[in-house]
């Protein structure tokens, strides 16, 4: 009596950010950096980045054969709203990119901004771009050449009185002279953009005190036991769904930002 192979089973997995895949092969693991009915985006450990197309069974997840299936839209059809809270339009379609930019310190700004903006900066033709870091704002800025028809808003982590960041903002104003009222520079009072997220959407009850002279995403990973940085990236970008997931403080900073670019 001939044998026969016991079927494989095949699991179907939708790739919302954050999940970690490798591929068939064993190849290459990473989280979804983002994915449509096309492709998927992968980044590894060392912040690595490969493209995948989304073929059936041509995913590993825990060691179990899988199909990436895209991320679902989290809003249903009768609320019709985007994470942001706006009204979404069926009849609203992406403009091509404007000149105008909003800038962002670094990769896990832009990937909170994109997912609860999104839609909204689409629809207006506005790319949002990582700096990686305050401290090239100045040079940038004087590059982009800001104009009347070339507005730049700036999205700063830790934009208090006396930090090094309010000190880059006042000089990069008094830097572009006339130039400076095409400028926006706004931000937030937290140390890095992951505590702008509310601990609830983490499951944790506060974000920890970090002490100075230590990096603060390396000390929030070591205090929280969430690995290394990039674990922690993968938790708390995944957490991010809509503008109820933030504090009030970065949603007025990019709302403001926002209108000042298209208006």
């Known amino acids: 009596m001939a044998s026969h192979k016991p079927k494989v089973e095949i699991l179907t997995v939708e790739a919302e950010p954050g999940l970690v895949v490798e591929d068939a092969t064993g190849s290459f693991c990473g989280a979804v950096i983002r994915a449509d009915v096309r492709e998927v985006v992968l980044e590894d450990r060392d912040g690595r980045r490969r493209l995948f197309p989304m073929k059936p069974a041509s995913f590993l997840y825990e060691g179990r054969l899988a199909t990436l299936t895209p991320p679902r839209p989290r809003q249903s059809p009768e609320q019709q709203r985007s994470a942001s809270g706006s009204v979404r339009g069926d009849d609203r379609r992406a403009k091509v990119a404007l000149p105008h930019r909003i800038w962002v310190e670094g990769l896990h700004d832009a990937a909170i901004v994109e997912r609860v903006w999104g839609h909204d900066l689409r629809v207006e033709g506005v790319v949002v771009e990582p700096l990686h870091g305050a401290d090239v704002l100045v040079e940038a800025a004087q590059e982009f050449a800001p104009g009347p028809n070339r507005k730049l808003g700036v999205l700063v982590d830790h934009l208090v009185t006396g930090s090094k960041e309010s000190r880059i903002a006042e000089g990069l104003r ?29 499951g944790i009850r506060e974000w920890p005190t970090i002490p100075r002279g230590i990096e603060w995403k390396k000390g929030v990973c070591d205090v929280l036991g969430w690995g290394d940085e990039r674990d922690g990236a993968r938790r708390v970008l995944g957490a991010v769904s809509t503008w109820n997931d933030l504090q009030t403080p970065l949603i007025t900073a990019m709302e403001q930002l926002i209108d000042f670019v298209t208006t």
Do not use: T
């Open 174 to 202: 008094r830097d572009l002279g006339p130039a400076a009222q095409y400028v926006q520079i706004l931000g937030h009072p937290y140390v890095d953009i992951w505590e702008a997220v509310k601990p609830s959407v983490v």
